[in-house]
């Protein structure tokens, strides 16, 4: 993946890329807002606003996961204009990509449905009831949809472009793996969502980005870091969400909130372990 990038790898064009993208991505962002606000009374425009930023309902959470495209988008157009190299390249070779990207995400899948629904824990009994199953089940397409699109955006972003332009220029791994994942992490720090455990949700994330980084370096493409990250997200969103913030998709609830510490503080580890053996199944589907 870092071939494409050789061209012109200069660390100055690097950092103006990162910062054009984020522009890029919050003026469409803000743009398809815009559009839909001219096209709503001023009351439902004001009511989706407020939960855009909650994403507590199926509607508002979809949208807001679906605007990650506009990160999508950006990341691309940056590439194909000022590194002059095709937006598709920050996938990967594209037979590759897919093949990968199959593999990986039904080896996670398995394993999450596997620890979901096998003992010791008791699913409905350790959650409360989140959508109506057959709410969930209508949005389930849009939802697949949603996640795959809000992942992938992450993905061409940290893994596609950041990764690999900075591995083209710095041939030290620890650098071109380490640096996007702290950046990823650092930007799941929330500590007006998650309190005193903010700085271990961003420590988790960034973990998490380098087992992404470490798959899209093995495989040479970016398949399987989407595909480990979708399933993880799906899980989250989709599957088993906490209560309040981004739970508008959730089949079932955590009976807690990202505001109980304590609560939250405790699940931690596990989903510091589901990501470790997510890591080595994703690897082992992909013989590396």
Do not use: C
Request: charged share 10%.
């Amino acid at each position: 993946m870092t071939l494409p990038a050789e061209g012109r790898a200069e660390l100055w064009r690097l950092a103006v890329g990162l910062v054009l993208i984020v522009v890029i991505w919050f003026a469409l962002a803000r743009g398809v807002i815009a559009v839909l606000g001219s096209l709503m009374a001023d009351d439902a425009y004001l009511t989706l606003l407020d939960n855009l930023q909650s994403g507590d309902t199926p509607g508002s959470l979809t949208l807001v996961l679906l605007l990650s495209g506009a990160l999508w988008i950006a990341a691309m157009a940056v590439a194909e204009i000022l590194h002059k190299r095709p937006g598709r390249s920050l996938l990967g070779p594209w037979p590759l990509f897919w093949r990968d990207f199959l593999r990986v995400t039904w080896a996670v899948a398995l394993l999450n449905a596997a620890l979901l629904l096998l003992p010791p824990w008791d699913f409905h009994a350790s959650t409360v009831p989140g959508l109506p199953a057959n709410t969930w089940m209508l949005f389930l397409p849009t939802t697949l949809v949603a996640v795959l699109v809000q992942t992938g955006a992450e993905e061409v972003f940290f893994r596609g472009y950041f990764q690999s332009q900075l591995a083209a220029r710095v041939r030290h791994p620890l650098i071109w793996l380490g640096l996007p994942s702290v950046v990823f992490g650092f930007g799941h720090y929330l500590p007006g969502v998650y309190g005193g455990n903010a700085a271990l949700i961003a420590a988790w994330s960034a973990l998490f980005g380098l087992a992404a980084a470490d798959l899209t370096a093995r495989a040479g493409n970016l398949g399987p870091a989407i595909g480990l990250h979708f399933v993880n997200n799906f899980m989250a969103f989709a599957v088993t969400s906490m209560q309040g913030d981004m739970s508008g998709l959730a089949l079932r609830q955590m009976p807690f909130g990202p505001g109980d510490e304590a609560a939250v503080a405790a699940v931690l580890p596990l989903d510091l372990a589901l990501i470790g053996v997510s890591w080595l199944a994703a690897r082992v589907a992909l013989r590396l």
